[in-house]
């Protein structure tokens, strides 16, 4: 798997810039009688989820990202195409604020220090491999799990799963969520319908009832070309083996 730093801050270039963030758009379809995402209550759990911006907080948005547990105590897991393609590159300057709302940042802003990506993502932007696990430097001596705790990755849970799916529309300063079940888009994807997850919510995890995150919006179609229906690869053997190299 790649794991690379990330390149130096720099002014991020427009165009470059522009064909990243449409790129990270998701999406989701309209399944008839499906529900549709509300605002999300502040909550601990909730604050682990955080917006990826350009530089600062209130910079421009890229996606969604979320603190999952490791060793050093300084990693998050989002789609690896919001941080890296083969159109665009590396997007630079990135930083990650958990429980971001209305402009606030109430734990902080943690700079992207390094991204691991699977070899087959950065190749070609296979879609089997849309996942990324992010290194974040401390700030103020401290990390980011030991501000707002993290979730456990889980692996191997297969489908039909009941997973809440928090995220932060480019639209909104605020986050939604939403509840729903897992189902098989193909034997590595799967998806969920819920109204609601437009641009920015790439990379926004799927959380299942014992807190582990089991998917992020991404995968097939970069995650969905309509608001209603939105895809994760299967997290199975592909995460477990990248959450290893990430944390090694």
């Not at 590159?89 to 691991?116: C, D, E, H, K, M």
């Given at each position: 798997?790649?794991?690379?730093?990330?390149?130096?801050?720099?002014?991020?270039?427009?165009?470059?810039?522009?064909?990243?963030?449409?790129?990270?758009?998701?999406?989701?379809?309209?399944?008839?009688?499906?529900?549709?995402a509300e605002v999300a209550q502040r909550s601990p759990a909730?604050?682990?989820?955080?917006?990826?911006?350009?530089?600062?907080?209130?910079?421009?948005?890229?996606?969604?990202?979320?603190?999952?547990?490791?060793?050093?105590?300084?990693?998050?897991?989002?789609?690896?195409?919001?941080?890296?393609?083969?159109?665009?590159?590396?997007?630079?300057?990135?930083?990650?604020?958990?429980?971001?709302?209305?402009?606030?940042?109430?734990?902080?802003?943690?700079?992207?220090?390094?991204?691991?990506?699977?070899?087959?993502?950065?190749?070609?932007?296979?879609?089997?491999?849309?996942?990324?696990?992010v290194t974040v430097g401390p700030v103020d001596g401290?990390?980011?799990?030991?501000?707002?705790?993290?979730?456990?990755?889980?692996?191997?849970?297969?489908?039909?799963?009941?997973?809440?799916?928090?995220?932060?529309?480019?639209?909104?300063?605020?986050?939604?969520?939403?509840?729903?079940?897992?189902?098989?888009?193909?034997?590595?994807?799967?998806?969920?319908?819920?109204?609601?997850?437009?641009?920015?919510?790439?990379?926004?995890?799927?959380?299942?009832?014992?807190?582990?995150?089991?998917?992020?919006?991404?995968?097939?179609?970069?995650?969905?070309?309509?608001?209603?229906?939105?895809?994760?690869?299967?997290?199975?053997?592909?995460?477990?083996?990248?959450?290893?190299?990430?944390?090694?």
């Amino acid at each position: 798997m790649d794991s690379r730093p990330a390149r130096p801050a720099r002014t991020a270039r427009t165009v470059a810039l522009a064909a990243l963030l449409l790129a990270v758009g998701t999406g989701c379809g309209g399944q008839d009688g499906a529900p549709t995402a509300e605002v999300a209550q502040r909550s601990p759990a909730r604050d682990r989820i955080g917006t990826l911006s350009v530089h600062t907080a209130q910079g421009p948005r890229a996606c969604t990202a979320s603190v999952v547990r490791s060793p050093r105590r300084n990693l998050l897991v989002t789609a690896a195409h919001c941080v890296q393609s083969r159109r665009t590159g590396l997007l630079n300057g990135l930083v990650f604020t958990p429980g971001y709302r209305n402009g606030s940042a109430p734990y902080g802003t943690w700079p992207v220090q390094a991204i691991t990506v699977d070899p087959r993502w950065a190749a070609g932007d296979d879609p089997e491999y849309d996942v990324a696990f992010v290194t974040v430097g401390p700030v103020d001596g401290r990390q980011v799990e030991d501000a707002v705790g993290g979730n456990p990755i889980g692996t191997g849970q297969g489908f039909g799963l009941s997973v809440s799916v928090t995220g932060y529309p480019n639209e909104s300063d605020e986050p939604i969520t939403c509840a729903a079940r897992t189902r098989s888009q193909s034997a590595t994807q799967e998806r969920f319908d819920c109204g609601g997850y437009t641009d920015g919510t790439s990379g926004s995890p799927w959380v299942a009832g014992d807190g582990a995150v089991v998917g992020v919006i991404g995968g097939f179609q970069e995650g969905g070309s309509t608001p209603g229906t939105s895809y994760s690869i299967t997290f199975d053997q592909r995460v477990a083996d990248l959450y290893r190299r990430a944390t090694a």
